[in-house]
């Protein structure tokens, strides 16, 4: 799905993710470095970078809203 809306996982904040899946972040994406809200939402630091969700060098395709696609 990521791959499809041209996202990251640094490009989403979690709600009040559990330890296994910090440790699925890390280990898989090494997203390790967060910040906590208020809110029990957790948002990386990658988040805030500007080369994040930029769209990539073959990311030509145009995102469609999901209420378009069949």
Avoid: C, W
Wanted: hydrophobic letters at 35%.
């Amino acid at each position: 799905m990521l791959e499809y809306m041209n996202s990251e996982p640094a490009r989403i904040a979690y709600d009040r993710p559990s330890h296994k899946l910090m440790g699925f972040l890390a280990k898989h994406f090494y997203l390790t470095r967060h910040v906590q809200q208020n809110n029990n939402y957790v948002v990386f630091d990658d988040y805030f970078t500007t080369t994040a969700g930029q769209p990539k060098a073959s990311g030509t395709q145009q995102i469609q809203p999901i209420s378009d696609v069949q």
